[in-house]
């Protein structure tokens, strides 16, 4: 890339630019997507072999792949955490455990002993998560007395009910859907392993305090649950299984997936097998072949992604490289804006249940998702567009997704992830839920990228977006920072939160933008960087702490170029990212800056340590805007 403008970034900056973004072009698909590894933690990789053993297809080759993957991310002291420097994680220390035991690990093994001794001291496998729990109960480790009930019979309560199905968040509804199958039938299959050494002893413990009065009801309603599963009403349970097996047949996408994210995936398998789905029908066929696609082989180990994010990765890349200063007719963007159109999504999915009248369009993170497009990607995808050339096609598809955007506005003039109005917090107090968020409540970070997308589309001064900056001039902490919920975390809201107030009409002297630039210049590190430590979500003395990261860095620039910012804090900043540079353009970030759940599921996405650089850069070296 030649020609960048002049300006007051200096020829370092420029010069980092110019390598990020050859990097960034260099790793299109011939499809035009981009595609970066979205890294999680073991239990993927543990629940995957656990699978393969329920449904008889476990081959000793690839336990061992698995295996050595596992054992290369167990730390020093025998435990596995969820992200990197994370506190040691005791269900997934757990099931990793049981994983290498499946793979031939001795019990007396040092790093088993470890393991088994921390499992002990954190309480046991009595101490562990009813997702845990399933797992074991599953081959008779745990007994399925002591897991909380969460009957199929949930299929027949409407939507205008509580507690119904579509109360719970999209990612936790196909798996609490098909985990409803599987509670019905409680199988017990054999297992070559016993984890008797992981255990206390005692009472089972929730993972979460059951102090207050809704969460006692819950409690006794469960033992009541317990009670009709031994005499279920049969024409009634069988009519609810036979509605949920259709259930989930129906959103089976087309890449035999369920929702594009393995926890609903591997569940549905599972409940399709007891329902007597053959390895050899087409349903299981799909699915197990599908997570292949989802598998990273290398060398002698395998892992597997919870996710991919082509769609997201490739918006993010398309913004960034208009940022820096890309024509709308390079034909990377004229290959990827192709892509994207082809991947609007015109079928109706559970979003309209809430939103019957609303017309479908919206795009999905993944591949194949057709069933929950979301409203985060629905708006990066319009920023997106717009950097390209502009034509009937792409026009259509960016009015159709604005009305959509339009129609999937909360009460309260927010929005939420996957669904509108997804706010009722009882679901939260089962006894089942506690494996992470289970509702889709408007966040700060989806609202302000609607609120930068819609007022691109000149409607900033429409009712809508109105609505959404004074959520978001709400949401403000006293601090001047915003919290983060799908990104680590008051960097990520913060970075999100300024430039959309700013493309919304907000002046960058308002009181709000100024709060936010001092509280940047407060969090910068002393080597000019930026970042923020997962644990902010539990303590509030990680806040804006943290080793400095690409991305995290990329975000805070974000947020002070759009307030006008380009003096010492900025400069730092900018003299940061090109003074850590790899020789390929890229950058180094093994610490996790995004999330799927805040506190139980972190997310390290691969690509974000270059698209948030360049945009970045890019727009400090050629003054441009979101």
């Known amino acids: 890339m030649t020609g960048l403008a002049e300006t007051r970034t200096g020829p370092a900056v420029e010069a980092a630019l110019e390598r990020a973004v050859d990097r960034l072009l260099e790793l299109q698909d011939s499809a035009g997507w981009w595609k970066g590894e979205l890294e999680t933690n073991v239990t993927m990789d543990a629940e995957d072999l656990l699978l393969r053993q329920f449904l008889g297809v476990r081959t000793d080759e690839l336990t061992q792949q698995s295996a050595r993957w596992i054992r290369s991310k167990q730390r020093d002291d025998g435990t596995w955490g969820n992200f990197l420097g994370a506190d040691a994680d005791l269900s997934t220390t757990i099931e990793a455990y049981a994983a290498l035991r499946l793979a031939g690990d001795a019990v007396d093994a040092a790093h088993m002993r470890r393991a088994a001794e921390y499992v002990r001291d954190a309480g046991g496998i009595e101490s562990s998560r009813v997702f845990t729990k399933i797992w074991l109960s599953l081959f008779g480790l745990w007994s399925w007395e002591h897991v909380p009930a969460m009957p199929p019979e949930l299929i027949f309560l409407p939507p205008s009910v509580p507690l119904n199905i579509y109360d719970f968040a999209c990612w936790a509804r196909q798996t609490v859907a098909a985990l409803t199958v599987v509670w019905a039938y409680r199988p017990v299959r054999p297992i070559p392993i016993g984890l008797d050494e992981l255990r206390i002893g005692g009472t089972p413990r929730s993972r979460y305090p059951i102090t207050d009065p809704i969460s006692k009801a819950f409690v006794r309603l469960d033992r009541v649950l317990h009670a009709y599963e031994r005499h279920p009403v049969r024409p009634l349970r069988r009519a609810a299984l036979a509605k949920m097996e259709r259930w989930i047949l129906e959103r ?21 097998d007891l329902r007597g789905y053959g390895l050899d029908h087409p349903a299981m066929r799909r699915g197990l072949e599908g997570l292949d696609g989802f598998t990273i082989v290398e060398g002698d180990t395998r892992r597997l992604e919870a996710c991919q994010s082509p769609v997201w990765d490739t918006v993010l890349a398309m913004v960034a490289l208009g940022d820096a200063g890309l024509p709308a007719d390079h034909p990377a963007l004229e290959r990827s804006a192709a892509w994207v159109l082809r991947e609007e999504i015109r079928h109706r999915g559970d979003w309209a249940v809430r939103r019957p009248r609303l017309e479908p369009s919206g795009w999905a993170f993944e591949f194949e998702n057709d069933w929950y497009p979301d409203i985060d990607d629905t708006a990066e995808v319009l920023l997106a567009l717009r950097r390209a050339m502009p034509g009937p096609a792409l026009n259509g598809a960016v009015h159709r997704g604005v009305d959509w955007l339009l129609g999937m506005r909360s009460k309260g003039g927010a929005w939420g992830a996957f669904d509108a109005d997804n706010v ?32 691109k589309e000149g409607l900033a001064s429409s009712v809508a977006v109105r609505e959404g900056v004074a959520y978001l001039l709400n949401e403000q902490e006293a601090d001047g920072s915003w919290f983060g919920r799908w990104g680590c975390n008051y960097l990520y809201g913060t970075g999100a939160a ?23 210049g407060r969090a910068q590190n002393e080597d000019g960087g930026f970042g923020e430590d997962m644990r902010s979500y539990l303590d509030p003395a990680w806040k804006a702490r943290g080793e400095s990261t690409a991305s995290q860095t990329a975000w805070a620039l974000l947020a002070l170029h759009a307030a006008g910012e380009y003096g010492e804090v900025a400069q730092r900043a900018l003299g940061w990212l090109a003074g850590t540079q790899l020789p390929d353009g890229g950058w180094d ?34 003054g441009g805007d979101s």
């Open 498 to 520: 300024v430039p959309a107030l700013v493309a919304a009409g907000i002046a960058p002297g308002h009181p709000a933008i100024r709060r936010a630039v001092d509280w940047l």
């Open 252 to 272: 089976q996408e087309a890449d035999g997936g369920w929702g594009g994210i393995q926890p609903p995936w591997v569940y549905s398998l599972m409940a399709l």
């Open 424 to 455: 009722r917090s009882l679901v939260r107090k089962l006894p089942f839920c506690d494996f992470g968020e289970v509702i889709d409540p408007p966040s700060v970070d989806v609202t302000a990228h609607v609120v930068e997308a819609l007022a």
């Open 589 to 622: 970030e093994p610490l996790y800056t995004g999330t799927g759940f805040p506190t139980d599921f972190s997310i390290n996405y691969h690509l974000y340590r270059l698209v948030f650089p360049v945009s970045a850069l890019g727009r400090y070296v050629h």
